[in-house]
């Protein structure tokens, strides 16, 4: 009998790649539980691959060191920053499509994860997380620097300047509770000037 289902070499990258995905965020789930409960630093690689039930080889093949457990969004979010800049829709304005991104991911998805709190105090508890994650956001700078200068031909030294208002706006929006009205004033103030832009945010 002829068979109806793709062959197994057409589905199998698939199910890797939810099967890896899948991993990944249990090791990621199964370390801020731990991290919260006992701390960064009384927590082993051990402890984090127990929980998750694989081995610690297997949760090297997706986190690089202990740190990286608590950022697994890294890539995800400089892709995402960079997609804001590349793929945003004919005569969008790169600003904008910042501003909507950082609305989108900082704020509306940051901030409707109970556990947003707790992270953030954790890190800013741990130093060894508080030097990864400034590192991370330097990566994420200078690659939203470097799109921003190759999609508008404006100078990199400008772009960084933009890169970094962006980043810093992300981070301290997603901290507040009115992060979504902290947002459109800054960015208002960035495409409007001060004047009309502080104006528009206390309207």
């Not at 297997?58 to 890539?75: G, I, Q, R």
């Not at 900082?106 to 556990?115: H, K």
């Not at 130093?127 to 400034?134: C, F, K, Y």
Request: charged letters at 25%; a negative charge.
């Amino acid at each position: 009998m002829t068979s109806t289902q793709p062959p197994d070499d057409a589905v199998a990258p698939g199910r890797r790649a939810r099967k890896k995905a899948a991993t990944r965020q249990a090791l990621a789930d199964a370390a801020l539980e731990l991290f919260f409960e006992r701390g960064f630093d009384a927590v082993g690689v051990k402890d984090v691959a127990d929980a998750a039930d694989v081995s610690v080889a297997t949760l090297f093949k997706h986190f690089p060191n202990k740190e990286s457990l608590v950022f697994d969004d890294d890539l995800s979010e400089e892709e995402g920053l960079v997609a804001a800049v590349r793929d945003r829709p004919p005569g969008a304005h790169v600003v904008a499509s910042l501003r909507d991104h950082v609305l989108r991911r900082r704020v509306a998805d940051v901030q409707a994860d109970p556990r947003f709190p707790a992270f953030v105090q954790l890190v800013r508890d741990t130093p060894a997380l508080g030097a990864h994650a400034e590192q991370m956001w330097l990566r994420h700078e200078g690659a939203l620097a470097r799109a921003l200068a190759e999609e508008t031909g404006a100078p990199v030294g400008s772009c960084a300047a933009l890169a970094r208002f962006v980043l810093d706006t992300a981070a301290s929006a997603g901290v507040r509770a009115d992060g979504h009205v902290y947002v459109l004033g800054a960015f208002a103030i960035l495409e409007r000037g001060w004047g009309e832009g502080s104006a528009a945010a206390r309207a």
